[in-house]
């Protein structure tokens, strides 16, 4: 079955780089996200990337893929206070459902 | 605005008695997923629809639960004699088809309907 890890807490400074890292064991995934969770508000879709990629940028976000040892990383460059949230790792497997598997999310602690 | 939502936001209940909450999905997806989410941890998926059949029901934690969707629009998700356990975030979630244009699979997340069992 599937199944995603993540840490559970990074704090780092404002306008410092935070990484946030995610295991996943499903080798057939096929779509690999990253969820934002603000307190007291639904997960919201950041960032993903296919399978078949091994890095995506989107502004300050750069998603790093490592199929090989199915490891998955989100780096937010010059992260801000408002970039504290839990971010959630999923993955979607294929063939079928695509019914998203998330990790328990990073809490990301931002200091001024 | 045309998003996810669901009802009631907070419900709070005694041990034995009967819950429903409500999910209005982004009226144009066909997909309609339930999550629950407990302290610390990650959503855990429940069920899913597409269009008005549920295609996926093993994951419900139990035959107390129970969801459905009776015209492919909004679903409601109930939960017979509920227990301490219980006590949780269910989220509500809707997608089109993957494949479909360019979708990419997201998920549209409602805000949650949050339950507390006495």
């Known amino acids: 079955g599937e199944d995603v890890e993540q840490s559970l807490f990074l704090s780092v400074r404002e306008g410092d780089s935070s990484v946030i890292n995610c295991t996943y064991t499903?080798?057939?995934?096929?779509?690999l996200y990253w969820y934002k969770q603000e307190p007291g508000a639904g997960l919201q879709l950041l960032t993903y990337i296919f399978s078949n990629m091994d890095m995506k940028q989107d502004q300050r976000l750069t998603v790093l893929l490592n199929k090989k040892d199915k490891h998955l990383s989100l780096r937010i460059a010059d992260t801000q206070t408002g970039d504290s949230a839990i971010y959630f790792c999923a993955e979607t497997p294929s063939g079928g459902s695509y019914i998203p598997t998330f990790g328990r999310g990073t809490s990301l602690i931002v200091h001024p | 605005d045309t998003g996810v939502s669901q009802d009631p936001r907070h419900k709070i209940t005694k041990r034995g008695q009967n819950v429903t909450f409500r999910c209005d999905p982004i009226s144009e997806h066909n997909r309609l997923y339930w999550y629950r989410q407990t302290l610390g941890q990650g959503p855990e998926f429940l069920t899913y629809?597409?269009?008005?059949?549920?295609?996926?029901k093993s994951r419900l934690l139990s035959d107390r639960f129970s969801a459905e969707r009776p015209k492919g629009s909004f679903s409601t998700l109930e939960i017979q004699r509920t227990e301490q356990g219980d006590s949780a975030m269910y989220l509500c979630?809707?997608?089109?088809?993957?494949?479909?244009?360019?979708?990419?699979?997201?998920?549209?997340f409602g805000e949650g309907s949050r339950l507390t069992v006495l």
């Open positions: 979630a809707s997608s089109t088809l993957v494949g479909q244009g360019a979708n990419t699979g997201e998920l549209f």
């Open positions: 629809f597409q269009n008005e059949a549920q295609l996926e």
């Open positions: 499903d080798s057939s995934s096929t779509y």
